[in-house]
C-alpha cells in the first residue's frame, strides 16, 4: 500500500460534489498539501462559476453611522443593588 496515495476527501458545494485524492504518493504532509491544493481549485473555481461575492456583511446595514450617534443609550430596567448595611 505504500504505493497509493492514502488521502482522500469529498466535497459537496450546494448540489454540485467532488472528489479529490492525493496526486503525490509520498509522506502524508506531502499528499495533505496535494490535496490542499487541488481542494483550494475546486473552491475557486466553484465560487467564479456561481459568481459568489467575496464579501458578504455579517448584518444588514440599515442606518449610516450618523443616525447611530443622534440615538440616546437604552436606559435598563434593571435597578442597581444597593449595599446592605449590618
Do not use: C, W
Amino acid at each position: 500500500m505504500e504505493g497509493q496515495p492514502k488521502v482522500k476527501a469529498s466535497l459537496r458545494l450546494g448540489s454540485e460534489f467532488y472528489t479529490v485524492n492525493a496526486k503525490k504518493v509520498g509522506a502524508l504532509s506531502e499528499q495533505l498539501s496535494s490535496m490542499k491544493e487541488e481542494s483550494m481549485s475546486i473552491l475557486k473555481d466553484y465560487i467564479t462559476k456561481h459568481n459568489v461575492p467575496n464579501d458578504v456583511p455579517d448584518e444588514l446595514v440599515e442606518g449610516s453611522s450618523e443616525d447611530d450617534e443622534e440615538e440616546e443609550p437604552k436606559k435598563s430596567n434593571i435597578n442597581p443593588k444597593k449595599a446592605k448595611i449590618n
